[in-house]
C-alpha cells in the first residue's frame, strides 16, 4: 500500500483528494495519510470553489493525519511520495525539499516559474534517484490522447492547421490572490495556458520561435489574455489562445480544431468529432475517467512498480516552461518572433 502526503489543499488540492477517495474506493493500492496546508481554514473541510469541478464541495479530512507545516509532515510521516498542490512559487523549494528527504514527488503544473527552478528540481531527483512528474493531466485526458493518437498515428495524414483554446473566468479563490500576481504565478500565460503549450510541445515537438500577443488586464496580474503562433519548419499554421478574464457565469472551456490532409477532428462541449473527408463524421467514446484520475494512477504505479515516468517526464514540462518564457519575451516586445532555446 502506497503512504502520500498530500501539501496544499487548495482548489487543485481538493481535486487530488477527490481522486485519491476514488482510488481507495476502488481498492487501488493507495493510501492518502496526511495533509499539509498552511492554512488552516482549509481543514475545516469546505472546498475552494474554482471555474471548473474538480471534486467535492466538502471533505471529511478526520481520517488523515493533518499539518500546518511541511517540515513536520517530512519528518513524523513514512510516506512513499509527496504529491504538491502548492502555488506555483513554491513548487521548486517544496519538491526539492520532499526529494532530498528521500520521497518520490507528483507536483502540479506549471512544474515552476523558470527553467532554472526546473532544472534544481530535476537535478535533485537525479542526485536522490527519486521520481519526479509534473501533472500536465491533458497528456493522459481523454480528448487530447486521441488527437496525440491521430497525430502519431498518421491516419489522417499529416497535420496541416492546428488551433488550440482555454478561457475561463478571472481567479479569485487563490491563496493571498497568488494567482493574480504575475511574479508568483505567471499569468494566464504560465498557469493556464501552459496546458496548451505543453500539448502543443507533445503532439508537435519544440517550435523553432513563437510570437505572442498578450494582454494584461487584472492590476498587478501576468498577461491575462493572449494568442501565440508556432513556427515550425514544415510550415504548418499552430496558434493558441487563452483568456482568464472571461467573466459574467463563463466557467471554464477548452477546445481545439486540428485539420490533417485527411480529415479533422474537433474537441468541443466535451466532445471529440472526426470529419474524415473521404467518410462519415463521427463523435469518438471518449474513457470515463479524467486525466487528473489517470495522472494519479499512473504515477502511484510507476512508483509502486518502480516503472519510468514516461509520458510526462520532467524534461518536457520544463520545456513547456521554457516555451512560455519565449512567449513572454515576445509579448513584452509586441509580438516580435522569439526562438525557443
Ligand atoms: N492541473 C490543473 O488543471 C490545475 C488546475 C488548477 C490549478 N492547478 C495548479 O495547482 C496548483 C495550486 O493551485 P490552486 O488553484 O489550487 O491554488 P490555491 O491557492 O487554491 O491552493 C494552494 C494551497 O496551498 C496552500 N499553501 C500556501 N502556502 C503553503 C505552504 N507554505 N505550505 C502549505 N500549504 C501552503 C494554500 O493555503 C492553499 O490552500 C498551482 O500550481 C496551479 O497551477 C492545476
Redesign the pocket.
Known amino acids: 500500500m502506497l503512504k502520500v502526503g498530500l501539501?496544499?489543499?487548495?482548489?487543485?488540492?481538493?481535486?487530488h483528494l477527490a481522486k485519491y477517495k476514488q482510488l481507495e474506493k476502488e481498492g487501488f493500492p493507495v493510501e492518502l495519510v496526511a495533509l499539509?496546508?498552511?492554512?488552516e481554514?482549509?481543514f475545516k473541510g469546505k472546498a475552494?470553489e474554482?471555474n471548473?469541478d474538480?471534486g467535492e464541495s466538502k471533505y471529511d479530512f478526520s481520517k488523515y493525519r493533518l499539518?500546518?507545516?511541511?517540515d513536520e509532515m517530512l519528518e513524523k510521516e513514512e510516506l512513499d511520495y509527496v504529491d504538491?498542490?502548492?502555488?506555483?512559487y513554491?513548487?521548486a523549494e517544496?519538491a526539492i525539499k520532499a526529494l532530498n528527504a528521500g520521497h518520490h514527488v507528483l507536483?502540479?503544473?506549471?512544474m515552476a516559474l523558470n527553467k532554472e527552478q526546473c532544472q534544481s528540481m530535476i537535478d535533485a531527483a537525479k542526485k536522490n534517484n527519486k521520481k519526479l512528474m509534473i501533472?500536465?493531466?491533458?497528456r493522459f485526458e481523454p480528448a487530447y490522447v486521441v488527437l496525440k493518437e491521430y497525430v502519431d498515428n498518421k491516419k489522417l495524414g499529416d497535420v496541416t492547421c492546428a488551433y488550440f483554446y482555454r478561457g475561463g473566468t478571472t481567479?479569485i479563490?487563490?491563496?493571498?490572490n497568488?494567482?493574480l500576481k504575475r511574479e508568483k504565478?505567471g499569468g494566464a500565460m504560465?498557469?493556464?495556458h501552459?496546458?496548451d503549450v505543453d500539448t502543443i510541445s507533445w503532439l508537435f515537438g519544440t517550435p523553432e520561435k513563437v510570437s505572442t500577443l498578450g494582454k494584461i488586464v487584472v492590476e498587478e496580474s501576468g498577461y491575462d489574455a493572449l494568442s501565440t503562433n508556432y513556427f515550425y519548419k514544415d510550415g504548418k499554421v499552430v496558434n493558441a489562445q487563452d483568456d482568464w478574464t472571461l467573466n459574467g457565469g463563463y466557467g471554464f472551456k477548452m477546445t481545439y480544431r486540428v485539420n490533417f490532409e485527411k480529415g479533422n477532428l474537433i474537441f468541443e462541449g466535451g466532445k471529440v468529432t472526426v470529419h474524415e473527408n473521404e467518410g462519415e463524421k463521427f463523435v469518438v467514446d471518449l474513457e470515463k475517467e479524467d486525466?487528473?484520475y489517470k495522472?494519479i494512477k499512473y504515477f502511484a504505479n510507476s512508483v509502486m512498480n518502480d516503472t519510468a515516468i514516461e509520458v510526462a517526464t520532467p524534461e518536457s514540462s520544463m520545456q513547456s516552461v521554457v516555451i512560455v518564457q519565449a512567449e513572454m519575451a515576445s509579448a513584452d516586445e509586441k509580438g516580435n518572433f522569439k526562438e525557443v532555446l
Not at 501539501?7 to 481535486?15: A, H, Q, S, T, Y
Not at 499539518?67 to 511541511?70: L, N, P, T
Not at 504538491?84 to 506555483?88: D, R
Not at 507536483?107 to 506549471?110: H, L, S, V
Open positions: 501539501v496544499g489543499i487548495g482548489f487543485m488540492g481538493g481535486g499539509c496546508d498552511v492554512d481554514n482549509k475552494v474554482g471548473l474538480v499539518y500546518k507545516d511541511m504538491i498542490a502548492l502555488p506555483t513554491l513548487h517544496a507536483c502540479e503544473k506549471p501533472g500536465h493531466c491533458l481567479p479563490w487563490s491563496f493571498e497568488w494567482l504565478s504560465l498557469d493556464q501552459i496546458h486525466g487528473y495522472e
